[in-house]
Structures are given as C-alpha cells and as structure tokens.
C-alpha cells in the first residue's frame, strides 16, 4: 500500500462528506463506466492535488473518479473551495 499524505487524505474524506445520499450513488454509479465522455469535468480522488482536470478521448481513471455531472452545481462549487488547487482546469486525462 502506497503512503498517502494524511493531508490527501483528510481532503479526500472531507470532500466525500459534501456528498448527499443521491450524489454518492450517481458517483457509484458513474464508476462502472467504461469512460467519461470527451470534456467531461472531473477529479481524481487520488490526486486531488492536481485540481479540476478535463477527460479527453484517451482513457480516464474511471474506478478512482468524482464527475461533475455526478453532483449538483452548489456541492461542486463546495469541493472546489476544499480543494488545495481550486483555480480551474488543471491537466487533461492524457497530459499525465
């Protein structure tokens, strides 16, 4: 098992506490996807440290995933304030 910085992991957590009961199942849900579509906005959980990235036509990690379009607007908004990197755009799925 990888060593994750406790302050990943305790903003991984706190994020995942915005989640409301329907959120949480739409990103379950959204995990078992072979892909997000290209543009599709999302965070990598395990990376959190790299902000809001842009999927793109190359494979994204879908197993590790929070989609935009699995939240409402205002939890989004939420996440982003709890994020370290929060100022937009980041990297796309296949610039890592």
Known sequence: MKNIPRSTYVTRESVLMLLSDDEVAAVATAETAAHLTDGDEYL?????????QRADRKKSPMGRVLPKKSVHEDTWKKILKQLPAHSG???H????
């Open 89 to 91: 755009v980041k990297a």
């Open 44 to 52: 990598d959980m395990e990376h959190l440290d790299q902000g809001m």
């Open 93 to 96: 799925a296949g610039d890592r």
